[in-house]
């Protein structure tokens, strides 16, 4: 609709990776640089990790284009599987029909693969695209495919994207030797005020064909301040706010489209800063947020919330995924603004419902219960003593406090539908 009203050649903030929009950060164009050297250096591993929506695909993309001819590339997006699913995704990527083998012959299959594209002087490449879904079990095994070489040469690389859940997988006592394996690991963090500006401005350049602002500098701020510098999330309150402006017949965005579009979507302005790690000084209570999935009165998932922002949905990438048609595949966004949490409805076609109660955008207190499609969240908050009595006067730092006592009972998220 506003792309003829704009004069776009092309929209500016669609959600689908595109290598023509990628823009590159001083950190993307290292991690870039990082995985052309790990094939060039034929390493067996390598793992880069981010945020819901840093970039991580688009730039996963942009190396595809570039990657040489001699190379052979299975590239794996879907990540809810088995060892042995996972072995027959490979194969499909690599031509080959795997669904009658056993595992043994799937290996031998693989194995057999990799030595004729070495024969033929190919390397072979896997990419596993959201790979913090991957089990402890699944992740030994990509690891275990690195010893089919029988040749002196390595003849097969991997690299592991996924969100930050996948850094704490690797780190684990039992994937100490695939750890080993990992020279070169990489963290894409979130964008500078400044860079998300310069992604506005790159994207608007691309799409319209010449250097024209739309975007006025607190419109670009408050970009920032809403969407926490994800680019994915600035891209839904980019295009959103673009809308506002057709709809008024305007030629710009300022501040009155970024609120009219952080109405529309439910948004608020985010608190950037860090979780508090003490919510009372004077009694020490550390307080965090905990979402456990039930469906069918089943508890079947459960997540401690340490991000500051989740995207729920049946999408692969999303950071909260739940597996069912009845959610939209980026279905809300649970953000905290300060120390207290909303969930909000990202135009689902089912919505979102806290307490029984259709909501827009919901503040949430201990207890309530977020109902999507046949899902339920139930929210709670949790307390958790962190100061030991008598180092209420103490000299240190919160630096050597966050170091010298760590809370260990929190679990990971990854909960997962049976």
């Keep these: 609709m506003y792309q003829e009203h704009f004069n776009f050649q092309r929209k500016p903030f669609e959600q689908l990776p595109d290598p023509a929009f990628l823009f590159l950060t001083d950190q993307h164009d290292e991690a870039l640089t990082r995985m052309q050297f ?18 991580k695909t688009t730039l996963v ?48 299959e693989l194995k057999r693969f990799v030595e004729l594209q070495h024969a033929e002087s190919k390397r072979v490449v896997i990419i596993v695209d959201e790979a913090q879904n991957l089990g402890i079990d699944t992740l030994e095994e990509l690891r275990l495919l690195t010893c089919l070489d029988s040749v002196e040469e390595k003849a097969l690389n991997i690299i ?6 996948l850094s704490k997988l690797i780190d684990s006592e039992d994937l100490e030797q695939l750890r080993q394996r990992c020279r070169l690991r990489f963290h894409l963090h979130r964008l500078s005020e400044k860079q998300s500006g310069l992604y ?28 926490r510098g994800v680019p994915r999330l600035m891209n839904t309150l980019c295009d959103t706010a673009l809308m506002m402006a057709c709809l008024a017949d305007k030629q710009e965005v300022g501040k009155a489209e970024i609120d009219e579009a952080l109405t529309e979507l439910g948004w608020s302005v985010a608190d950037t800063g860090s979780f508090p790690v003490y919510t009372d000084s004077e009694s020490g209570i550390r307080q ?7 469906k069918d009165n089943q508890e079947i998932g459960d997540y401690d919330l340490q991000e500051s922002s989740y995207i729920i949905g049946r999408a692969e990438d999303c950071s909260i995924y739940i597996d069912s048609k009845y959610l939209s595949r980026h279905h809300a966004l649970l953000s905290r603004v300060g120390s207290e949490w909303t969930i909000a409805d990202l135009r689902s076609t089912n919505g979102v ?3 029984g109660k259709r909501i827009q955008v919901q503040a949430l207190g201990n207890g309530d219960v977020i109902a999507i499609g046949l899902h339920q969240l139930m929210f709670r908050l949790i307390e958790h003593p962190s100061i030991p009595v008598g180092l209420e006067t103490g000299s240190f730092s919160a630096e050597e406090l966050a170091e010298t006592f760590v809370i260990i009972d929190e679990k990971v998220i990854g909960g997962s539908e049976d």
């Design 200 to 227: 506005i401005q790159h994207r608007m350049k691309i799409a319209m064909g010449k250097d024209t602002s739309i975007f006025d500098a607190l419109a670009e701020r408050l970009v920032y301040e809403s969407a």
């Design 38 to 55: 790990a094939l060039a250096i034929n390493d067996s591993f390598m793992i880069i990790t981010g945020e819901v929506g840093s970039g």
């Design 61 to 108: 993309r942009k190396m595809l284009e570039e990657m040489p001819a001699d190379h052979t590339l299975a590239f794996i997006t879907h990540t809810r599987v088995t060892d042995i699913e996972l072995l027959q995704s490979i194969l499909v990527e690599f031509g080959v029909r795997p669904f009658d083998m056993g595992k043994i012959e799937l290996l031998t």
């Design 160 to 165: 592991l994207i996924g969100q930050p859940q």
């Design 288 to 294: 965090s947020a905990a979402l456990t999935l039930v």
């Design 353 to 355: 419902r806290v307490n």
